[in-house]
Nanobody, 122 residues
Framework: QVQLVESGGGLVQAGGSLTLSCAAS????????MGWYRQAPGAPGKQREL??????????NYADSVKGRFTISRDNAKNTLYLQMSSLKPEDTAVYYC?????????????WGQGTQVTVSS
């Protein structure tokens, strides 16, 4: 079994900073792309929005709404993903989910974490 466990969410004032972490554990041969998604409150049926992603080689991609404010990174040795968020805005309030494409026994599988709440007050 593979688990993705997020941490680091919380309540912060607008303009503040938070860092999210996501640790992958279990039988893992390799991890390809990892990413952070978010789902705004009151929108359970709404598709999760991609916030940022990073390949195993370190190439990154960001949503326009977070460029210049968020930084995604990963520690391949620890199978851990990070998201440094700064200059936070109330519209960043959401449940943030970690996602990873993980190879096990030669096959790739898509995994999600349980989510961590980020609330930005104005």
């Amino acid at each position: 079994q593979v688990q993705l466990v997020e941490s680091g969410g919380g309540l912060v004032q607008a303009g503040g900073s938070l860092t999210l972490s996501c640790a992958a554990s279990g039988r893992i041969d390799s991890i390809n792309v990892m990413g952070w998604y978010r789902q705004a409150p009151g929108a359970p049926g709404k598709q999760r929005e991609l916030v940022a992603s990073i390949t195993s080689g370190g190439s990154t991609n960001y949503a326009d709404s977070v460029k210049g404010r968020f930084t995604i990174s990963r520690d391949n040795a620890k199978n851990t993903l990070y998201l440094q968020m700064s200059s936070l805005k109330p519209e960043d309030t959401a449940v943030y989910y970690c996602n990873a494409n993980i190879y096990r026994y030669g096959l790739g599988y898509n995994y999600w974490g349980q989510g961590t709440q980020v609330t930005v007050s104005s």
